[in-house]
């Protein structure tokens, strides 16, 4: 007699294949609304509209790098926000990070479970990617994400139905620091700075040790031209404001 043996992935695939075949085509906001109250989109956010002079920093990490220690004594220092977006695997790898994160009272983000181009995978596959990632970070942090954002930035039509179904809004950036390219803290910090203006979100990432260097000086530039620097939610928050008025 033969035993059939499932795999915690294999487990993971099946339950996923469940839910895209009952939810598909169904778009909850019940999570979102938690955070946003009504500003959902079924497109990824690239920015938010607010009178407001706020920017949102956000943290890619899914690298066998970790400044987290350092990046949240900065955010603390200048008393800003910001929203950290961890692979499955990167928090598996460094758990006590992203619980510096969370008790920290920084927003934690789903960046999938391994940084690849989802959109190539099906999309039973797709959810049951994102599943492990949101699995991984409700086991450490108590929370479930609701923000999303594709590794690469790269998305389809797919995938964003199957983040909507994951009561999960899409999120990318409108300004890229080019921190993994530019070689040098003030390139960095200049980037950031040409391109900023009220409802920004500044993608970075956890990778470069420039990255590390530039923070001060980026917050400290972006304070003096009259910014507030918070979290993604919070843009989300007063963008959900400013339509309700």
């Known amino acids: 007699m033969k035993c059939l043996v499932l795999t915690r992935r294999k487990m993971l695939t099946i339950c996923a294949c469940f839910v895209v075949c009952g939810l598909a085509v169904v778009f909850s906001v019940k999570g979102i609304q938690a955070v946003q109250t009504a500003y959902v989109q079924k497109v990824p956010i690239y920015s938010v509209p607010t009178p407001d002079k706020q920017v949102a920093l956000t943290f890619d990490c899914a690298w066998d790098i970790d400044h987290t220690e350092e990046y949240i004594d900065i955010l603390q220092k200048y008393q800003v926000e910001a929203t950290f977006f961890v692979t499955g695997v990167w928090a598996e790898k460094y758990t006590n990070a992203v619980k510096q994160i969370s008790e920290a009272g920084y927003e934690i983000g789903n960046l999938g ?46 995938l964003l139905d199957t983040a909507n179904t994951l009561e999960m809004q899409a999120v990318q950036w409108d300004i890229d620091s080019f921190d993994q390219h530019n070689t040098t803290v003030q390139g960095i910090a200049d980037k950031v700075m040409e391109e900023a203006k009220s409802g920004s979100i500044i993608l970075l990432h956890n990778r470069s040790d420039l990255t590390l260097e530039a923070l001060p000086y980026m917050i400290e530039t972006l304070q003096s031209e009259g910014y507030e620097i918070v979290s993604v939610s919070q843009l989300m928050r007063n963008a959900s404001e400013m339509q309700s008025e």
């Open 113 to 158: 479970n391994t940084y690849e181009r989802i959109p190539q995978l099906s999309q039973a596959d797709m959810m049951s990617n994102l599943m492990q990632c949101n699995e991984t970070l409700k086991k450490i942090t108590g929370k479930t994400p609701v923000l999303f954002r594709p590794p690469y930035g790269d998305y389809n039509a797919l």
